[in-house]
């Protein structure tokens, strides 16, 4: 059963500590992203990686950090420099990066305590 | 670049009627477009897509309408029922681009 997986589901943390968010893919895609999702609003661009051990800065990628060591897996993790961390975090891969369509996991949500 | 910190669209539509959800999108040199769906806490979901040489393509109850000239996507849902209440987002993909620039939203809400 293909598919894009992210855990946890909900996520705490306190401040001033990093967290890192899992997301796993067996779609065999090349591309993967990272995006925030605050209340009422649209998505917007973390990172996005076209191919293992390369991958690139999005709209807000200030207090985020990401590795893409095997084609599967692209972990994000949260810093403490990410001023207002709370929010509902997607990941996302695709095939290639241009003209197609992008399959999204389920998402977390991580709350700062 | 793609606009953020919006009030998000609603609109309400009587269930069995018709819905027409739209979107500016910003760049003329976007060459494919998506539509998806989300639902309150999950991912957004796959409806349906058009490249810019259609003009329109047509689903399952869905149908999207591509206007290049003034640049506006729209998404069309048939008979519109409950389990259609949902955010709606238009995304686009510029041609040799490297992601996917995703609209504010819209949020249907099915009235019985």
């Known amino acids: 059963d293909g598919g894009i997986t992210q855990s946890p589901k909900y996520l705490f943390r306190k401040e001033g500590q990093n967290v890192t968010l899992s997301c796993e893919q067996n779609l065999n895609h090349d591309a993967m992203y990272w995006y925030r999702q605050d209340p009422g609003q649209g998505l917007r661009l973390i990172y996005y990686?076209?191919?293992?051990?390369?991958?690139q800065k999005g709209d807000i990628a200030e207090g985020y950090s990401v590795s893409r060591e095997k084609k599967e897996s692209f972990p994000l993790t949260v810093t403490s420099a990410q001023k207002n961390p709370t929010a509902f975090y997607l990941c996302?891969?695709?095939?290639?990066?241009?003209?197609?369509?992008?399959?999204f996991g389920q998402g977390t949500r991580l709350t700062v305590v | 670049g793609e606009s953020v910190g919006l009030h998000l669209p609603t609109l309400s539509v009587q269930e069995g009627d018709n819905s027409i959800i739209n979107c500016a999108y910003s760049?003329?040199?976007?060459?494919?477009f998506i539509w998806y769906k989300q639902e309150s806490g999950k991912g957004p979901q796959f409806i349906i897509d058009i490249r810019s040489n259609m003009d329109k393509r047509q689903g399952q109850r869905v149908t999207v309408l591509l206007n290049k000239t003034v640049k506006h996507l729209s998404l069309q849902i048939a008979a519109t029922q409950p389990g259609d209440s949902a955010v709606y987002f238009c995304a686009e993909n510029i041609a040799g681009g490297q992601n996917f620039v995703f609209g504010p939203g819209t949020r249907l809400s099915v009235l019985p």
């Open positions: 760049n003329s040199a976007s060459d494919y």
């Open positions: 990686s076209q191919i293992v051990n390369d991958f």
């Open positions: 996302a891969s695709s095939i290639v990066t241009a003209g197609t369509e992008a399959f």
